[in-house]
Nanobody, 126 residues
Framework: QVQLVESGGGLVQAGGSLRLSCAASGRSFSMYVMAWFRQAPGKDRELVSGIRRSGSSTYYADSVKGRFTISRDNAKNTVYLQMNSLKPEDTAVYYC???????????????????WGQGTQVTVSS
């Protein structure tokens, strides 16, 4: 069983930055596709960004392209989401997720992911 623990959320003004971290337990982290999802009140959960196990391939939702950067450190079993130029519409609970099967793509739907963190709140004030 893999445990994912997010950290780094908080309250920030529009235009500010936050860096989310997700630490994973276990020895197979480097084999997983990792992703960040978010869910705002009254909205569906959406994929924000994903990264394949080698880090060579990434995905970004159109709404965050150019502002967010995903990265991973397989030696530290950690995936990061650097969020710059934050907007009020980025306010949500952000979840880290892991997919055990790297099928050559980054899954967009949440049901493809096997493990989830508890979430961390990001609030961007205007």
């Amino acid at each position: 069983q893999v445990q994912l623990v997010e950290s780094g959320g908080g309250l920030v003004q529009a235009g500010g930055s936050l860096r989310l971290s997700c630490a994973a337990s276990g020895r197979s982290f480097s084999m997983y596709v990792m992703a960040w999802f978010r869910q705002a009140p009254g909205k569906d959960r959406e994929l924000v960004s994903g990264i394949r196990r080698s880090g060579s391939s990434t995905y970004y939702a159109d709404s965050v392209k150019g502002r967010f950067t995903i990265s991973r450190d397989n030696a530290k079993n950690t995936v990061y989401l650097q969020m710059n130029s934050l907007k009020p519409e980025d306010t949500a609970v952000y979840y880290c997720a892991a997919d055990r099967t790297d099928a050559g793509i980054i899954p967009i739907v949440g049901r493809e992911y096997d493990y989830w963190g508890q979430g961390t709140q990001v609030t961007v004030s205007s």
